[in-house]
């Protein structure tokens, strides 16, 4: 596992690029590029986009609170779970991604995750995400296309 441990930051946004191992049905180990995501736009959410260059990536979109508490407790009980670091490989965390047709476990490097939280957190303090909520955007997608 690796990661680019400055990112890119545009005013309001956070783009961490790592590379993560992805198992899926027993298979061995795969190493895919990722990247961590977080805006103020959308302040209690991360997104995790996984892909190769020149495809369409996957983006799981969950709380960044699941990712926070998943570096110290296993956390999470639905489509995203997120393991703390374990004796085999001491250096990364696991997230599990499930749907109906089957699931895959994600070893990050905790590092990474780490970094990207404490840049999140400089960006919007937890507990302060409300502030960062605009109301009338929350609104008026809410009611788009409504009549």
Known sequence: MSHHPAGAADEGRIVFTTTIQVTVA???PVPLPAELRYAMTDPYAVCLSLGVPLAPTVDWVFARSLLAHGLHRPTGSGDVVVIPQHRHHPDAIRILLRRRNGAAV???ATAAVTAFLRR???LVPPGTE???I???RVVQQLTAGIE
Request: aromatic share 0%; net charge negative; proline share 7%.
């Open 26 to 28: 027993n298979e061995p």
């Open 130 to 132: 409300h502030h960062h």
């Open 120 to 122: 999140s957190d400089v």
């Open 134 to 136: 605009d109301l009338d």
């Open 106 to 108: 994600l070893e990050v």
